[in-house]
C-alpha cells in the first residue's frame, strides 16, 4: 500500500471546484485548503505505477495550477500477512 502527501495548488476561487473533483478519484481525500488555494490531500494506492498516474490525473484537473507529491509512504501488505 503506498499512502502520499500531496499539496494541490489552485486559484482561490477555484477550491471548491478543484476539492470536489478530486474527491472523485479512487483512494483521493482531501484534508482542507486555506485562502491563498493550496488543499491538503492523501493519496492511497495500492503500487507505485497507480500512485504515479493518479498525480498525473490530478495536474490535468481543470483548475489545479500544480500537485506536489510531499510526503510517501510504502507499506508490503503481504508481508505483514506472512509475519502475522
Not at 8 to 34: C, K
Not at 39 to 64: I, N, S
Amino acid at each position: 500500500m503506498n499512502i502520499s502527501g500531496v499539496v494541490v495548488r489552485t486559484f482561490p476561487r477555484d477550491i471548491d471546484t478543484v476539492t470536489r473533483a478530486l474527491s472523485e478519484f479512487d483512494g483521493v481525500e482531501v484534508h482542507g485548503a486555506n485562502e491563498d488555494g493550496r488543499l491538503v490531500v492523501t493519496v492511497e494506492q495500492r503500487d507505485e505505477r497507480g500512485t504515479a498516474d493518479l498525480l498525473v490525473r490530478m495536474q490535468d484537473v481543470p483548475g489545479v495550477l500544480s500537485a506536489s507529491m510531499i510526503y510517501h509512504h510504502f507499506e508490503d501488505l503481504g508481508q505483514q500477512e506472512a509475519e502475522q
